[in-house]
């Protein structure tokens, strides 16, 4: 499975961005998905995460309330909606796959076999 990850850029404090990754396979909706992200000189963290039959999304206490993880298994592609972003929000995100988590696992890196590239978001005034 291929992902491609979209959408990064520039963007002032308070504003909002959508990222989206497009994934290969016509299997995509069999898939759970997450995205993480790595800021400069940190480890990748997670952001948010959806299951695969839609039934549970999760949210770092971080982005909980301002970021948003949708799919559209149609275009099989995941987004994320980012509003009210803040410069900690800036980083490297990454989409990832996998259509074997478990919901215990879906908030750990390690638990994902396909990762997109990475698309920049820097927020900044």
């Known amino acids: 499975v291929q992902l491609q990850a979209s959408g990064g850029g520039s963007v002032q404090p308070g504003g909002s961005l959508r990222l989206s990754c497009a994934a290969s396979?016509?299997?995509?909706?069999?898939?759970?998905v997450g995205w993480f992200r790595q800021a400069p000189g940190k480890e990748r963290d997670f952001v948010a995460a959806?299951?695969?039959?839609?039934?549970?999304?999760y949210y770092s206490d971080s982005v909980k309330g301002r970021f948003t993880i949708s799919r559209d298994n149609a275009k099989n592609t995941v987004y994320l909606q980012m509003n009210n972003l803040k410069p900690e929000d800036t980083a490297v995100y990454y989409c990832?796959?996998?259509?074997?988590?478990?919901?215990?696992?879906?908030?750990?890196?390690?638990?994902?076999?396909?990762w997109g590239q990475g698309t920049l978001v820097t927020v900044s005034s």
């Open positions: 990832a796959a996998d259509n074997r988590l478990i919901s215990s696992s879906m908030r750990y890196d390690y638990a994902y076999d396909y």
């Open positions: 396979t016509r299997t995509f909706s069999r898939y759970s």
């Open positions: 959806r299951k695969w039959d839609g039934g549970s999304t």
